[in-house]
Structures are given as structure tokens and as C-alpha cells.
């Protein structure tokens, strides 16, 4: 009965998360520091160190995910989109330790190049206070919050293309804040 009633509330918090909300100027988050992911290599990288590049994408999925696998492939087409415009992305798996050649196996069947991570000790995620999955946010280069959404729903991703094309433009100085959700 417990097993059901925790199923019935992760699908419900899936069916209504799809709400997205943006973030306004919380100035720099503190949830990166000290903060490590895992490649699917074995490497450590520290979180805080993916921002010097420039904005970063973080979605945290899994691949027993059903709106996972079907969010993964336009992550990948904007990944590739914006990836040469100076927007940095970690697709953050919160799959288990003993499962990375799972993960491994899901990217290299989807042909996914990108960048992956687990997040082993469930630090990022907690940090972000991710409830259900898929969850993506959106990092400005000074590591304030920009954009937030749970959940996938077809056609999230046109609103994602809208907010990194709002930071790329503003990070060439010539763009004004997105309008809210």
C-alpha cells in the first residue's frame, strides 16, 4: 500500500509539474560549492567549474524515466544548437552507482553526445531541491538561478530555446529579461 500511495504521488507531482517558473535575481547559488558529478568515465568534475564557460543547462533525469526518454532527444538537438554559442549543459543522471553502464548504454543507443554525469551522492539534486524528474534549470554565468522547470510535457523545449537564446543575446549585451511563464 505504501509502495502504491508513493507511485501515485510521484506520477501526480509529474502531471502537475510541468508548471515551469523562473527565477529572478537570487544572485549567486550556493548549491555549487563543493559540489562534485561523477563522468560516466569515472572522472570528478566540480560542479562550479561547468559555469566557466558560460550559462549552464543542468537536467537531472534517469533512464527508467518514461518522460526522461523523451525529453533526452531535444535535449540533445538543443545541446547541439547552442552548445557553439557558448551554452555549457550537464544532463545530470540520478540513476544509481551500480547502473552507469545502464546510462552508458542509454546515450551511446540514442547516439547522445551530451555531456553526462551522475550525481552519486544525490548532492546537486538535493541541492536543488529536484522532486521529480525530468528537472531542468537554467544557470546564468554568475551562477544565479535564471529558469526552472519540472516535468516534461512535448513542446517545453520551445521555451527553453526562447530563455538560452535570451542569454546568449544578453551575454552579447543586447537582450531584455524573458517575459514569465
Known amino acids: 500500500m505504501k509502495n502504491r500511495l508513493t507511485w501515485a504521488l510521484f ?46 543547462v543542468i537536467n537531472f533525469w534517469a533512464t527508467w524515466c518514461s518522460p526522461c526518454r523523451l525529453e533526452m532527444p531535444q535535449l540533445e538537438k538543443i545541446y547541439r544548437e547552442f552548445a557553439p554559442k557558448g551554452v555549457q549543459f550537464a544532463a545530470v543522471s540520478v540513476d544509481r552507482k551500480n547502473q552507469i553502464a545502464r546510462v552508458k548504454s542509454f546515450l551511446e543507443k540514442h547516439k547522445m553526445s551530451v555531456p553526462a554525469y551522475i550525481d552519486l551522492d544525490g548532492r546537486l539534486a538535493k541541492g536543488f531541491k529536484v522532486r521529480a524528474i525530468p528537472t531542468t534549470v537554467v544557470i546564468r554565468q554568475d551562477g544565479s538561478l535564471y529558469h526552472r522547470t519540472k516535468g516534461y510535457r512535448p513542446g517545453d523545449e520551445v521555451l527553453l530555446r526562447k530563455y538560452l537564446q535570451s542569454l546568449v ?9 524573458p517575459a514569465g511563464d
Not at 26 to 32: I, K, N, P
Request: aromatic share 4%.
Open 11 to 56: 506520477f501526480c507531482a509529474l502531471a502537475v509539474a510541468p508548471l515551469a517558473a523562473r527565477a529572478g535575481d537570487e544572485g549567486r547559488t550556493s548549491v555549487f560549492e563543493g559540489v562534485t558529478l561523477t563522468g560516466l568515465d569515472g572522472a570528478e568534475v566540480a560542479v562550479d567549474s561547468l559555469l566557466d564557460g558560460g550559462p549552464l
Open 169 to 177: 543575446e544578453q551575454s552579447e549585451g543586447a537582450a531584455e529579461e
